[in-house]
C-alpha cells in the first residue's frame, strides 16, 4: 500500500475525462462481424480485456481509443506534463501523469507506465501504439512477467528481428528473398572482390559497424572496386575504429513496399496486402499508398506469401509489417520487419475494410485471426498524407508552435483524419512534429489521388510552417501520377517540386487587399454598434466622399517585394484597383460559415470564394488553387522591436533545447563554424556563424530553452576601416 501511495504522489490521482465525441472515421469491416458487448468480451483462451492502457500520445492514442469505446473497451490514457490538455487526454475514460516533457522521463518510462496499468484495475492490456516501447523487448518481457497483456508479438519475435543480421539469416532460412552478399571473417581484398563479380555489378560495400551512410560507397564497375573499397575503410576506421566490410547486392532506385502481416497465438498468420511507401525525405515516410503501383496480382501473391513466411519463422503474434526492396524488374529482398503497428496501417485497413486496432486487441486476448487469407478481399485504392509542422523550403526543417487556425476536410467513410491535435494547441518540441494523417480511399488509384489533391486544399493551417503545399506538388507531380515511384523520387525531381519561389498574381494581391479593407469595414462596424454613434467619423470606413471618388495608397508584401495598390472607393461599393499599369475591377463580401471567414469576390467579372486569416501582419487566403501568404508590411522601428533580433547574431531556426556551446564571449569565429547544438522535434541542429566576427555574448547555457527566432549569440561590431584593411 505505501508503494502503491507513492506512485499516486508521483503520477498524481486518476483524472476522469469526459469523452470528446468524434466522427467515426473507419470503414465498416466486411465479410465479418463480432456481437459487441458493453464492457468486456470473452474470448476462446478464457482471457478477459475489460481496459486497454495506450503507452503513447497524440494520434495513434486517439486512434486506440477510438476503437476501444467502440469495442466497449475502457481506455486510459497516460500522458507527460507537456500534454496534460491534449487530446488523447481528453478522449481517454482515465488518464494519469507520469512525467516531464522529456519522453525519456514520460512516455519511455517503463516502471511508470506498469505501474499504472496496476493501478488502473485488473484485466489491463498495454498497446504501445508505434515509436518509444513499441518494439522494446524488455518492455515486452516486463508486461509478461508482471501478469499485463502486451498488444504486440512475444518478446523473442521482437529480439530476432531487432537485430539486422540475425534477421536476414532467418529470413534467408525461411526462403524469404535477401538481398544477395557477403558478410563473412575473410576481410582480404582478393575475397571481397571475388563476391563482388559472384554478387554482380553495381554493389554496395558497407561498414559492418556502420551507420549514418559512413563507410559506405557503390561500386558500378569492378575497375573502380578497389578504389571505392579502400576510401569505405578509411572512413569506418576513422569513424567506428573498424574497417570490416561487407558487400551486397546494390539495387538502383528502389522502391519500398511492405506488406502488412497478422499472426494470433493459433499459429495462423495472414497477409493484408501491400502498401507502396517509396516516396521519402530525410529517410522518414511522406505519402503512402495501398495497394503499390503497377504490382501484378501474381507478384502481389508472391510478396504476401513471402511476408507471411517470414512472420512464422519468429512465431509472429500480432500486427506487422514486413519490408521489402523493390526493383525495377518487380523483384523483391527483405530489408527488415516492423514488430509494431505501422504509421501507414489505415490505407490497409482502408482497402480491405477492417479495423487492425480491433484485430490487435481480439487477438492480444487469445482470439483467432477474424478472415481467413481466401476471405481478406481487396478493394479500390487509398492514400495517406503525413501532415507535418515543417518548413520544405529550408530542408524540411520541423518546427513547433500554435496551431492558430486548423480547419480540415469533412471526415465521412472514404476521408480520415488520424490527428491527436485541435486548433488552439501546440506542436511540441519534445516529440514528432506531425500533426495529423489525411487518408483517402476511392475506386480506383486516379481517383484516389484527385480526392487526395481535393482534400488537402481543404487542409488549412495557420500559425507554423508546414507541408502542405509540398504535399500538393508532389501529389500533382506527372511522374507521382504515373506511379512511377522510388526513393529517389524527392532527389531526383526537387527542382520541379520545391521551385523557386515566383510572384503572386495580381489577382490575389486584390482579393488580399479587399478582405483588408472589408475587414477594417468589420471593425468600424463594430465601433458603430458599441458606441451608438452612426455618425461618427470614427464609424465609417466606406470612403465616402461629396461630389469625388476617395483614393488611397496601400503597400503589401509580396515575398520580400512591397507592392503599390492604388484604391479607388466607387459610388457602386465596389472598387478599383491599380497595380503597376494594370487595373481591376474588384467587389465582394465577407461571410462566415462554420467559424471560419470566407471572402466572397469578383475580380474583373472572375468569381470566387477563398478562405480568409488575417493575422499579425500577415494575410492568409486559402483556395482550390492553393494557399498564398501576403504581408502587411510594418514601420522597420516596429519590426525589429516586436522580432527582439539582434545586430549580426545567430538566431534559433526552431524551438527547443540548447544541448552543446561551443563558444564563449571574445572567441573569434569563421562563418560556418559549429555556435550550438539544439535539440528539437527528435533531431539534432548545429547552429553555425552565419559570418566571421567575435563573439561578444552567448545567450544560452547548455541546458536551457530557446524560442524560435530568438537571439543566441551576439557579434562584436566591427569598425568598417579595421574591415576594409582585413
Known amino acids: 500500500m505505501a508503494a502503491a501511495s507513492a506512485v499516486l504522489v508521483l503520477l498524481v490521482a486518476a483524472e476522469r475525462h469526459r469523452w470528446q465525441r468524434v466522427p467515426r472515421l473507419l470503414l ?26 495506450i503507452a503513447n500520445r497524440g494520434e495513434i492514442a486517439c486512434r486506440v481509443i477510438r476503437t476501444a469505446k467502440k469495442m466497449g473497451v475502457q481506455s486510459v490514457a497516460v500522458y507527460s506534463e507537456a500534454d496534460r490538455n491534449s487530446m488523447h487526454v481528453d478522449m481517454a475514460d482515465e488518464a494519469y501523469l507520469i512525467g516531464p516533457a522529456p519522453s525519456q522521463q514520460s512516455y519511455l518510462s517503463m516502471e511508470k507506465i506498469i505501474q499504472v496499468a496496476k493501478i488502473s484495475a485488473a484485466q489491463v492490456a498495454i ?8 518494439e522494446n523487448m524488455e518492455f515486452a518481457e516486463l508486461c509478461k512477467q508482471e501478469g499485463i497483456i502486451f498488444v504486440g508479438p512475444p518478446s523473442s519475435a521482437i529480439r530476432d528481428m531487432g537485430i539486422k543480421s540475425t534477421s536476414k539469416s532467418i529470413m534467408a532460412a525461411a526462403g524469404v528473398p535477401v538481398v544477395e552478399g557477403y558478410h563473412g571473417e575473410d576481410q582480404s581484398d582478393q575475397c571481397l572482390k571475388e563476391h563482388a563479380r559472384t554478387v554482380g555489378y553495381p554493389v554496395m560495400i558497407k561498414a559492418v559497424c556502420g551507420g549514418g551512410g559512413k563507410g559506405m560507397r557503390i561500386v558500378r564497375s569492378e575497375k573502380e572496386f ?20 561487407l558487400i551486397e547486392k546494390f539495387v538502383d532506385t528502389p522502391r519500398h513496399v511492405e506488406v502488412q502481416v497478422f499472426g494470433d497465438h493459433h499459429g495462423n498468420v495472414v497477409y493484408l496486402f501491400e502498401r507502396d511507401c517509396s516516396v521519402q525525405r530525410r529517410h522518414q515516410k511522406i505519402i503512402e499508398e495501398a495497394p503499390g503501383p503497377g504490382i501484378k496480382p501474381e507478384v502481389r501473391k508472391k510478396l504476401g506469401e513471402a511476408a507471411v513466411r517470414a512472420a512464422k519463422a519468429v512465431n509472429y503474434v500480432g500486427a506487422g509489417t514486413v519490408e521489402f526492396i523493390m526493383d525495377s524488374k518487380h523483384n523483391f529482398y527483405f530489408m527488415e520487419m516492423n514488430t509494431r503497428l505501422q504509421v501507414e496501417h489505415p490505407v490497409t485497413e482502408m482497402i480491405t ?35 507535418y509542422a515543417e518548413d520544405p523550403n529550408n530542408n524540411f526543417m520541423p518546427g513547433a508552435g500554435p496551431l492558430v487556425h486548423l480547419s480540415t476536410p469533412r471526415a465521412d467513410l472514404t476521408t480520415r483524419i488520424e490527428t491527436g491535435v485541435r486548433q ?61 515511384v522510388h526513393t529517389d523520387f524527392i532527389p531526383q525531381h526537387h527542382k520541379e517540386l520545391l521551385p523557386d519561389r515566383k510572384t503572386t498574381a495580381k489577382e490575389f494581391l486584390c482579393q488580399a487587399a479587399l478582405g483588408l479593407i472589408l475587414k477594417e469595414k468589420a471593425v468600424s462596424d463594430v465601433f458603430k454598434i458599441q458606441t451608438q454613434d452612426q455618425y461618427s467619423p470614427f464609424a465609417s470606413s466606406n470612403g465616402r466622399r461629396l461630389n469625388i471618388c476617395y483614393s488611397r495608397n496601400m503597400t503589401l508584401r509580396d515575398g520580400k517585394n512591397n507592392v503599390a495598390i492604388a484604391v479607388t472607393y466607387n459610388r457602386d461599393g465596389s472598387y478599383s484597383m491599380q497595380i503597376e499599369d494594370k487595373t481591376f475591377h474588384v467587389l465582394g463580401d ?29 494575410i492568409y487566403l ?35 533545447t540548447i544541448e552543446k556551446v561551443f563558444v564563449k564571449a571574445g572567441d573569434r569565429v569563421k562563418a560556418g563554424d559549429p555556435l550550438m547544438v539544439m535539440i528539437a522535434m527528435k533531431m539534432e541542429h548545429t547552429i553555425k556563424a552565419p559570418k566571421e566576427g567575435t563573439i561578444k555574448k552567448v545567450f544560452y547555457k547548455e541546458g536551457s530553452q530557446a524560442n524560435r527566432h530568438a537571439p543566441l549569440v551576439e557579434f562584436e561590431e566591427e569598425d568598417s576601416d579595421r574591415r576594409e584593411a582585413d
Open 127 to 134: 498497446h504501445p501504439g508505434y515509436g518509444f516501447l513499441s
Open 590 to 618: 465577407l461571410c462566415s460559415e462554420e467559424d471560419c471567414t470566407y471572402l466572397k469576390s469578383s475580380v474583373n467579372g472572375v468569381a470566387s470564394k477563398t478562405k480568409l486569416i488575417i493575422l499579425e501582419n500577415t
Open 622 to 656: 486559402f483556395s482550390m488553387d492553393g494557399s498564398i501568404q501576403i504581408g502587411i508590411p510594418v514601420p522597420q522601428y516596429l519590426s525589429s522591436a516586436s522580432s527582439g533580433e539582434t545586430q549580426g547574431g545567430a538566431v534559433a531556426p526552431m524551438t527547443g
Open 353 to 387: 475494410g477492417t479495423d487492425l486496432v480491433e484485430w490487435q486487441l481480439r487477438i492480444a486476448a487469445g482470439e483467432k485471426i477474424p478472415l481467413s487469407q481466401e476471405e481478406i478481399t481487396l478493394r479500390g485504392h487509398a492514400f495517406e498524407a503525413r501532415i
Open 424 to 484: 488552439g494547441d501546440e506542436v511540441s518540441m519534445h516529440y514528432d512534429p506531425m500533426i495529423a494523417k489525411l487518408v483517402v480511399w476511392a475506386a480506383d488509384r486516379q481517383a484516389a489521388l484527385t480526392k487526395l489533391k481535393y482534400s488537402l486544399r481543404q487542409y488549412n493551417i495557420v500559425g507554423l510552417h508546414t507541408n502542405i503545399d509540398f504535399l500538393l506538388s508532389l501529389s500533382g507531380h506527372p511522374e507521382f501520377e504515373a506511379g512511377n
Open 28 to 53: 465498416p469491416p466486411r465479410g465479418w462481424a463480432w456481437k459487441q458487448r458493453t464492457r468486456k468480451y470473452a474470448t476462446t483462451t478464457g482471457k478477459n480485456i475489460s481496459k486497454v492502457l
Open 226 to 245: 578497389q578504389e571505392q573499397l579502400e576510401s569505405a575503410r578509411r572512413e569506418a576506421k576513422k569513424s567506428f575504429n573498424d574497417d570490416a566490410m
